[in-house]
């Protein structure tokens, strides 16, 4: 049985061991560190190969993978002591943080990888990005999702900072649902029918990517329509542009906030 641990248990960890059920759940144990003690209560008595451990210590003393789950600010901290051994792989979540500052604060153990799951893992869905090439990780997530091994660690770190318009993906959903029910919608026909375009539009993006094809706006538009007049009054105010500015706030947010070497 391969030997899973996690120290630091939040809501990325439980998708990932939710995730990992469905694909190696009958080949693996979970070591689960006690914070969050909510999450990591709920994982334990949610599957039986899940074990909540008394301390981040003991999940290391008894794992063969590690996966850090921490905030990026509270990696010294919550590392600090833990008994790493030759042998083992750790696999950090720490959006920012550089794979050679991971090494450093965990050797002696001989291999890291930097992995940027996101919340779809649970459902198996979603791009998993991984850095460096590592089998065992790769085995690990390959069933999780879209997997992508990176040429280099800027790709990353690149990718993490995208990655984080994800609640701003979310707060246009929710303005479009409110403004349906504004004009006498019921609110699950609303929700309902806003998740399925969107999850549809994202279904047919990948299989153009698949096909290597190129999604143009202009494509899924109709001259003088209203997705046209809607990406053109949005065109005209910046919507588009303030994207790119948020993309730099978050990128300028990772630098200040990323652990000192």
């Known amino acids: 049985m391969l030997r899973l641990g996690f120290v630091g248990t939040g809501t990325l960890v439980s998708a990932v061991v939710d995730g990992l059920q469905a694909t190696h759940g009958n080949r693996c144990t979970i070591l689960l560190s006690p914070r969050s ?3 990591s209560q709920a994982l334990a008595s949610r599957y039986t190969n899940v074990e909540r451990a008394e301390s981040s210590a003991a999940v290391v003393e008894g794992s063969d993978v590690i996966f850090l789950g921490m905030r990026p600010n509270q990696l010294d901290e919550a590392i600090a002591d833990l008994p790493f051994r030759p042998d083992q792989t750790v696999v950090s979540f720490l959006a920012g943080v550089p794979h050679a500052l991971v090494s450093e604060r965990v050797r002696p153990a001989a291999h890291v990888v930097r992995v940027n799951p996101l919340p779809p893992i649970r459902l198996r869905k979603g791009p998993v990005v991984i850095y460096p ?3 065992i990780v790769e085995e690990l997530f390959g069933g999780l999702g879209d997997l992508i091994v990176a040429d280099k660690e800027s790709d990353l ?4 900072n995208g990655s984080a318009m994800m609640s701003s993906h979310y707060a246009l959903q929710n303005r479009i649902v409110d403004w349906l029910i ?4 019921t609110p699950e026909t609303a929700t309902h029918y806003v998740r399925s375009m969107f999850s549809g539009l994202a279904a047919v993006g990948l299989d153009a990517f698949s096909n290597g094809v190129t999604v143009d706006p202009a494509h ?3 001259k003088g329509g209203l997705n046209e007049r809607g990406r053109r009054y949005l065109t005209e105010i910046g919507w588009f542009d303030e994207v790119g500015r948020a993309l730099d706030v978050i990128e300028n947010h990772v630098l200040m ?4 070497a």
């Not at 770190?157 to 993490?160: H, K, L, Q, S, Y």
């Not at 504004?182 to 919608?185: E, F, L, N, P």
């Not at 906030?257 to 000192?260: I, L, N, S, T, V």
């Open 182 to 185: 504004s004009r006498d919608m």
């Open 37 to 39: 003690k909510e999450t």
């Open 220 to 222: 899924h538009e109709t």
């Open 257 to 260: 906030a990323r652990p000192k």
């Open 133 to 135: 090439a590592n089998p």
């Open 157 to 160: 770190a690149a990718i993490a």
